[in-house]
């Protein structure tokens, strides 16, 4: 990201949880492909578990690894489609596409917040709540932000760092610079 904005540092949080769930994700799988279980019984106790399918395929794992568990659900090719992950006392949901990247996820970690992804895994829209008030953040194709509305820190043209109040109304151009804003 080319400049800061929305509390920036929320923002690098929820990159940085997509990114974390997306290794998570694939830690998983890896998982779910080295495990064996077989039969059926009432209670299993376990660090792992992995639901086949009919045919022996895993299709669901849930996993405890450094005390932050998480169910993850494969397509029948294998492929991770959704998690939901505890870390550190946060809850994530994610919603992944037919590669596994994350494309949505619904997380609480400065509080709640929903980052859709693009087919790449890269963050395009974000709603929080923190506890600086609610922030929508807009970004294109490149990363770069595009709209911001809530409060925010912003690289103005002249290439100073503005604060804004969370009444704040914001538009970047693509160079990532304010090129025009509202404030109440």
Do not use: H
Not at 18 to 31: D, P, Y
Not at 98 to 108: H, T
Request: charged share 30%.
């Amino acid at each position: 990201m080319a400049r800061k904005e929305k509390g920036e540092e929320n923002m690098v949080t929820i990159e940085e949880r997509l990114e974390n769930m997306e290794r998570e994700l694939e830690r998983v799988k890896e998982v779910l492909a080295r495990s064996q279980v077989k039969g059926t019984a009432k209670e299993i106790r376990a660090n792992s578990f992995v639901l086949e399918d009919e045919n022996g395929e895993p299709r669901a794992g849930l996993l405890v690894e450094k005390g932050n568990p998480s169910l993850t659900l494969l397509d029948e090719k294998g492929k991770v489609c959704a998690g939901l992950f505890v870390e550190k006392s946060s809850p994530s949901l994610a919603l992944c596409n037919e590669n596994g990247k994350s494309r949505a996820v619904l997380g609480i970690a400065n509080g709640p917040a929903l980052v859709l992804a693009d087919e790449n895994g890269r963050p395009r829209a974000s709603l929080a709540i923190s506890k600086d008030g609610p922030s929508l953040s807009l970004w294109d194709e490149k990363g770069v932000g595009r709209f911001a509305a809530g409060k925010t820190k912003a690289i103005s043209p002249d290439g100073k760092t503005i604060e804004y109040p969370e009444s704040s109304l914001i538009l970047y151009g693509p160079d990532g610079k304010v090129i025009w804003s509202a404030i109440k």
